[in-house]
């Protein structure tokens, strides 16, 4: 029953075979057509986001920015998937891929070239490029997590109703392009294998009850927030969808959360009640990578501007191993040690004590609200420093502001 889950997946589908039905089963499903009608090869059925850059300029620029673009080529994903890899079992080796390179599904067979691509650092292949997401024709939300399917021709599918005709692909209006589940399907939880664990919570949270998704926003409407622009060079101006996907990075930030706080000075010790009220209609952070966490921190600067204080809070999922100890590899993760993640549209609360500043006529409160660096073991640290191209200046080493507000407070009459 457990593997259950594990073959909804398929390129999972050999697991099977531990049946010995469900094994001819499989070799018909994927052994057949290859026999009858030969496959076409990968960069044809998916061509490189380049090949539709011609045409759709503006939709691949703001791609090339986003993390999507990024999805098999970042020093944390090589050092993690390189952990992975290391441990797992021989038929999920894939498990990584299927969202972070979904074409797999189709190209099982290639797996040793897709960890070759990934370790060389300048992958020919696109991770989450555009064919990857507009040649989905179905997903089976039924499925945990949910899996999509492929149709491999020359219709290209997507959100318009009358998409102009071109040369190059037909075009096709799918609901699923304008439903958060097109999105759910790569966002809310790694698969079941053996070495993962059927009953760690998903990462979203309970999103399909927010405010935001019963009226009417999907993923969409503040992932890839609406415009009027070409779609296409050349034709005629239109709604369009962005694709830079902001998330960690770009302009859904404003309306993440709203920070305020209150002081009060009792004598030798102070009071900050920080209230927090996210509008965010899914867990922040989402909890994967496993290092994932925000961060609330308080600084209290007296004379001289120098702070006397330092205080921090983490909004994040801590996972346990097997030895029961944390781990920030979620794929090793067994339990949930501690969940403080800011729940969908929730407000928190955080009251800190100090010391007030000595003889300081005033002093600076400044709460701020981040996306932390990468933390983990030091040797994962050091593997991830080492591996990326810029070092400690990646990405990954750099926190993210998502807000920040500061008062001056009169300590003493003069
Ligand atoms: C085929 C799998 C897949 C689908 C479908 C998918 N994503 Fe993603 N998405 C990813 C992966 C993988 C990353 C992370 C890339 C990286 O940083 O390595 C990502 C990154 C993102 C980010 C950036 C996250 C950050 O930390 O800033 C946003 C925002 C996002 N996706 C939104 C969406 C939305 C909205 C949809 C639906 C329209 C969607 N995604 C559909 C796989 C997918
Ligand atoms: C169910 C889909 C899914 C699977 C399976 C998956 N990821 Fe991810 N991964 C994502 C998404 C989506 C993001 C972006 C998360 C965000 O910003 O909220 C991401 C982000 C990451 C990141 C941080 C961004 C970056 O590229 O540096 C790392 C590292 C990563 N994944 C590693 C892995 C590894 C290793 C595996 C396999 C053990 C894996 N992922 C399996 C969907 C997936
Ligand atoms: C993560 C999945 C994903 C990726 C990757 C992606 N798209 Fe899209 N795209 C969508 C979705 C979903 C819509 C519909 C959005 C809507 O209507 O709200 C869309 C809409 C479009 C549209 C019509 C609207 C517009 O903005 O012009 C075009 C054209 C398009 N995509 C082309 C591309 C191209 C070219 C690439 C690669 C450079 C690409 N897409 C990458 C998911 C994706
Ligand atoms: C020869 C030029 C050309 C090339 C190459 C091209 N497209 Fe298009 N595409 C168009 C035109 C023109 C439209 C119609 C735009 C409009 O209606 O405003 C379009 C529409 C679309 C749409 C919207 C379809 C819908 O029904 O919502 C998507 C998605 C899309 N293209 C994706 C792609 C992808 C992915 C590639 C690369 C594999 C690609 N296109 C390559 C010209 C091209
Ligand atoms: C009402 C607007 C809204 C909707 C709807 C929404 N999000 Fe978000 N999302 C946000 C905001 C705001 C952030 C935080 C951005 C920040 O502070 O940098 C965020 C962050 C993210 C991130 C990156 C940050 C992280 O913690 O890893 C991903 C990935 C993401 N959302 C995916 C989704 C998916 C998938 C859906 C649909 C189920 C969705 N979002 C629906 C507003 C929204």
């Known amino acids: 029953m457990h593997n259950a889950m594990v073959t909804h997946r398929r390129f999972l589908m050999p697991m099977l075979s531990v049946i010995g039905c469900a094994l001819i089963l499989s070799i018909m499903a994927v052994g057949v057509p290859s026999v009858m009608a030969a496959k076409k090869p990968m960069e044809k059925a998916f061509p490189s986001s380049e090949k539709c850059k011609r045409c759709h300029l503006r939709v691949f620029e703001e791609w090339e920015a986003s993390a999507q673009s990024r999805s098999i080529v970042t020093a944390p994903f090589r ?100 439903d958060s589940q097109f999105c759910v399907t790569c966002h809310d939880s790694l698969p079941q294998t053996p070495q993962t664990v059927k009953d760690l919570p998903d990462w979203l949270g309970d999103w399909k009850a927010s405010k935001a998704e019963t009226s009417g926003k999907t993923c969409q409407s503040c992932h890839m927030p609406e415009a009027v622009d070409e779609s296409a060079n050349g034709e005629k101006i239109r709604k369009v969808a962005n694709h830079s996907f902001p998330g960690r990075f770009g302009k859904v930030r404003a309306d993440a959360v709203e920070l305020d706080f209150s002081t009060k000075v009792n004598g030798k010790t102070s009071l900050v009640d920080v209230t927090i009220k996210s509008f965010v209609p899914h867990n922040l952070p989402l909890p994967h990578p496993g290092w994932s966490r925000v961060v609330v921190d308080l600084s209290i600067k007296g004379k001289n501007l120098k702070t006397v204080y330092n205080e921090q809070r983490f909004y994040q999922r801590v996972f346990g191993g097997a030895d029961g100890k944390e781990t920030v590899l979620d794929f090793e993760a067994k339990k949930v040690l501690q969940d403080t993640l800011l729940k969908p549209e929730e407000t928190r609360e955080e009251s800190f004590t100090f010391p007030t500043p000595k003889d300081a006529p005033s002093m600076d409160v400044i709460v701020t609200l981040t996306y932390a660096p990468v933390h983990g073991p030091q040797d994962l640290l050091k593997a991830i420093e080492h591996d990326a191209p810029l070092g400690k200046k990646d990405r990954a080493f750099q926190a993210v502001q998502i807000a920040q507000k500061k008062t001056n407070v009169l300590l003493k009459k003069k």
């Not at 998937?81 to 099982?108: G, S, T, V």
Request: net charge negative; glycine share 6%.
């Open 79 to 178: 050092m993690t998937l390189e952990r992975y890899l290391a441990k797992a079992d021989k038929n999920d080796k894939a498990m990584c891929f299927q969202c972070h390179a979904p074409h797999i599904a189709e190209y099982e067979e290639l797996l040793p070239r897709f960890i070759k691509e990934v370790q060389s650092k300048d992958p020919h292949m696109d991770g989450v490029g555009c064919p990857q997401c507009h040649l989905i024709h179905s997903v089976d939300d039924k499925a945990h997590p949910p899996v999509p399917t492929y149709q491999l021709g020359k219709t290209i599918f997507g959100g318009y109703d009358k998409a102009a005709e071109n040369l190059a692909h037909q075009s096709e209006k799918l609901g699923l392009f304008t």
